[in-house]
């Protein structure tokens, strides 16, 4: 993705160390308990809206965004920023869900598909390179399953509760796992639906 890369949506920069040879720099929205999309642990190097990024035009090589589009009310906003803060051929890498259980939060609107997640690039003008489904129907149960697992643990009694859990967690991991490797793989029960775009090489913006 280059020497100069964007986290958009960063939160606690999970993804620094997969970036030894760049310099990676995080976006996100202060921490804030009322916020709407807010990240309470945020570790960004500037604080700002993704959908109004805060950086000139072309600054970067590539721009990273995971798990964040679904919290924006607006997410095309965010490819076309993208677009316009990236250098001519800039990659852009999403990932984001296409199930997963609410949050409970103001901030949560979407689940994307492939095909939504295309949609949405070439609206900003990128070119798709490829997107991939990661998961299927037994991941999703698994998934379920291990969030069930996860509900477990709490508050009171967690010296008992959370090893319980933990187990829990674990066993479902490796029986979805096995049985993930023995069943077809059926993609359009995706999880998760993993996106790489470039900006084209013109000069001149979209």
């Known amino acids: 993705m280059g020497k100069y890369v964007l986290d958009a949506g960063c939160g606690e920069k999970p993804y620094l ?15 804030s308990e009322i916020y709407p999309g807010s990240h309470k642990r945020a570790k960004a190097d500037i604080f700002g809206d993704v959908c109004q990024l805060p950086f000139k ?3 970067f090589d590539g721009v ?22 990236l250098r001519p051929g800039g990659i852009l890498v999403v990932c984001e869900r ?10 949560d609107y979407w689940r994307f598909t492939a095909n939504g997640l295309k949609l ?16 299927n129907f037994w991941l999703r149960l698994g998934v379920k399953l291990a969030y069930c697992a996860a509900r477990i643990n709490g508050r009171r009694l967690r010296f008992i509760r959370q090893p319980i859990s933990q187990l829990l967690i ?28 470039r900006k084209n090489n013109q000069t001149d913006s979209k």
């Open 17 to 31: 160390s997969f970036f030894p040879n760049a310099q990676l720099i995080g976006v996100d929205l202060p921490p």
């Open 98 to 107: 296409q199930m997963w259980h609410t949050y409970g939060v103001e901030a």
């Open 120 to 135: 949405l690039a070439h609206k900003a003008g990128f070119e798709v390179l490829s997107v991939h489904p990661i998961g």
């Open 57 to 59: 035009d072309a600054t």
């Open 64 to 85: 990273l965004s995971t798990f964040v589009i679904t919290h924006l009310a607006e997410p095309q906003k965010f490819f076309d920023e993208a677009y316009r803060v």
């Open 170 to 197: 674990a066993c479902i991991n490796l029986v979805f796992a096995f049985i993930n490797k023995l069943l077809p793989k059926d993609t359009t029960d995706a999880v998760y639906n993993f996106l790489v775009a």
